[in-house]
């Protein structure tokens, strides 16, 4: 397995969200890479490598350029320090911008296709450590902690070479990767995450969407109850995995998100940490060049260890 990261997101700092009106700490922390790099490190799960530079136009295939443009000139006009809560390109008011924002996204999404690249060239594994994330982001809107779309844009990348199933496994439904891929036949999405009804995004992720015109039936939701425990939360994997094989997809682009932990502040499942390692384990068992692109995931004590576990587990596919 092969890791990106860089440190640049260090430069992405905001302070507050805005949660019903009133600012709450923002949860989204630098701490959050800062812990998973360094039980990476610790535990030997891989080379570590920086992201290569891409140009522009993988971000123009996802997201319209006025929005990506609205970013970079907003991020250059800020000080250190300030932090602004634009009132346009927005679907919700989690996704603040601060004077590194632009530099931190673009090169999250840069980690990404330096990890779709190199299954380009023949490596199995990449784990792409982005922060921030990018499921939530959609084609002129930042929301949710995410700007710019990671998996989507490495997806799209991709899918000029071959079909691509993306599972997302955040505890949030990736709106912003189902509505990329919604029309389209050639590039599957299912993702497991709470039920909109009582979680975030609230406005996706009903069993009922399941794509449109030539993506009918290339989009699976699969909204679970928050007390879903390791054993319930395994068997629908399982579903979902038999999507992905029977889809028989060239590539496949995991939206990993660590917020089903249990102990998560913002999300929570009732997964326990054992859990972790036999989800890598089920998904490295379907045999397939695989992008990890790092999503959500909050409880920062935990977290480095989720990932390290989850990992280990992927790496160890025949164990
Ligand atoms: N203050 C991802 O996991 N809700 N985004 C925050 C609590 C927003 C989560 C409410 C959740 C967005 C990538
Ligand atoms: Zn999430």
Do not use: W
Not at 147 to 176: V, W
Not at 205 to 214: F, L, R, S
Not at 235 to 262: E, H, N, Q
Not at 302 to 308: D, K, P, S, Y
């Amino acid at each position: 397995m092969i890791i990106v990261y860089t440190d640049t997101h260090l430069s992405h700092q905001p302070q507050y969200e805005v949660y019903d009106g009133r600012l709450v700490a923002y949860a989204e922390t630098s701490q959050r890479a800062e812990t998973i790099i360094a039980a990476i490190r610790s535990r030997k799960v891989g080379a570590i490598i920086p992201p290569r530079r891409f140009p522009l136009r993988h971000l123009y295939a996802v997201h319209q350029k006025q929005y990506v443009d609205f970013i970079r000139l907003r991020s250059a006009a800020l000080n250190a320090g300030n932090e602004l809560h634009p009132s346009y390109f927005m679907s919700d008011t989690y996704a603040p911008i601060v004077a590194g924002t632009y530099d931190a996204s673009r090169r999250a999404a840069d980690a990404a296709l330096t990890g779709a690249e190199l299954l380009l060239r023949g490596t199995r594994h990449v784990y792409s450590l982005c922060r921030p994330p990018g499921h939530h982001a959609a084609h002129h809107t930042m929301g949710g902690y995410c700007y710019f779309n990671n998996a989507a844009i490495a997806a799209e990348y991709l899918s000029r070479t071959g079909r691509i199933a993306i599972l997302d496994i955040d505890f949030h439904h990736g709106n912003g990767v189902q509505d990329a891929f919604y029309d389209r036949s050639e590039v599957l999405y299912v993702s497991l995450h709470a039920d909109p009804v009582i979680s975030y995004p609230y406005s996706s992720g009903y069993t009922i969407e399941q794509g449109a015109h030539e993506g009918f039936g290339y989009t699976t939701n699969y909204p679970l109850s928050r007390q879903t425990n390791n054993k319930q939360y395994l068997r629908v994997l399982s579903k979902a995995l038999a999507r992905i094989s029977d889809f028989s997809p060239d590539y496949l682009v995991v939206c990993t998100g660590f917020d089903t932990f249990y102990l998560d502040p913002i999300g929570g499942f009732q997964l326990t940490a054992d859990v972790y390692p036999v989800i890598g384990n089920r998904i490295a068992s379907l045999n397939l060049p695989t992008l990890l692109i790092q999503e959500g995931g909050y409880n920062v004590t935990h977290l480095g260890n989720l990932v390290a576990d989850f990992l280990s587990g992927f790496n160890n596919k025949n164990g």
